[in-house]
């Protein structure tokens, strides 16, 4: 019978040979989440063997896994802002440079405030207007995608976090499933900003795996941006914040400041890339 160690040196082993990056984190979160327990667990208990039952399960993981299918849509959740949110395939992964929106806007909705109205769109796993609404108990939400694969998982968040009572959770184009005469004061977003013919030399992860209409941003990168701006800059009344990708910043100011926006500014990630783009209203 293999013991724990055996199956998690003979999985890391696979996995290199299927081209990951990351074989050996990989076999060990796929052991941990098979058998419900932590990675610490699988070297404390490194010689317990594996029955059959639990070798049957590891199967398909692995199979995933090997077939470059993301971590997260496996075992079913990702780690953002130090919670975890749920992952289903067609979702986009949530990402550690999306934090850097979250700073931004956590910067314009101080605490202690009246009711803040945000809608967060394209709201894919719901990371980013959830995590909101659970920093700032003012914030009211409205979490918009197109995509039913998204709304699903956004809705499965809500209910996971407690927030339904602060979120609705509308299939929308931009704003559009937002009624004219609600408020609403922020909008926030992680459009799809990738060039299209930059999709086929992405990761394997990412062009295989992760649905295209949440990557592919046109020619340039840029079509979304060119239809989101003019309407967000019309509905809030505070401000608009949007992720970028690498040499997006400039002509997404321009866009902001051609809708009007004011106090046009960037905010940097951990890596030194201008990532998200802020224009507020006037007062």
């Not at 290199?16 to 990351?22: H, Q, R, V």
């Not at 090997?66 to 075992?75: D, K, Q």
């Not at 694969?149 to 184009?173: E, F, I, M, P």
């Not at 295209?212 to 914040?241: H, N, S």
Request: proline residues 7%; glycine residues 6%.
């Amino acid at each position: 019978m293999l013991s724990l160690v055996d199956v998690l040196t003979r999985t890391q082993s696979y996995l290199a040979s299927k081209g990951s990056p990351s074989a050996r984190l990989d076999a060990e979160l796929l052991l941990s989440h098979v058998l419900d327990m932590d990675r610490l667990q699988l070297y404390l208990q490194h010689d317990r063997p594996m029955n059959d039952q639990e070798l049957a399960a590891l199967r398909d993981p692995v199979r995933r896994r090997g077939n470059r299918e993301p971590l997260a849509t496996i075992v079913g959740h990702k780690e953002f802002w130090s919670r975890d949110f749920q992952v289903i395939p067609g979702v986009l992964v949530p990402r550690p440079d999306t934090e850097t929106l979250i700073l931004a806007a956590l910067d314009l909705i101080p605490e202690g405030e009246d009711r803040v109205f945000v809608a967060d769109v394209g709201s894919g796993s719901g990371c980013v207007g959830l995590t909101l609404a659970l920093e700032r108990d003012q914030v009211r939400l409205f979490a918009l995608d197109a995509s039913p694969a998204a709304l699903a998982c956004t809705k499965a968040n809500v209910q996971a976090l407690g927030l339904q009572d602060r979120v609705a959770v509308r299939r929308s184009d931009l704003l559009g499933a937002v009624p004219a005469d609600r408020p609403i004061d922020v909008v926030v977003s992680n459009p799809p900003y990738i060039a299209s013919q930059d999709i086929e030399g992405l990761a394997p992860e990412i062009r295989d795996h992760e649905p295209r209409v949440a990557l592919d941003g046109g020619p340039d990168g840029l079509d979304f941006y060119r239809r989101l701006v003019p309407v967000a800059a019309e509905r809030a009344r505070k401000a608009v914040l949007v992720e970028v990708g690498a040499d997006q910043a400039i002509p997404v100011m321009a866009m902001f400041k051609d809708a009007g926006l004011k106090l046009v500014r960037t905010r940097a990630d951990l890596a030194g890339v201008e990532r998200v783009v802020i224009g507020e209203r006037d007062p």
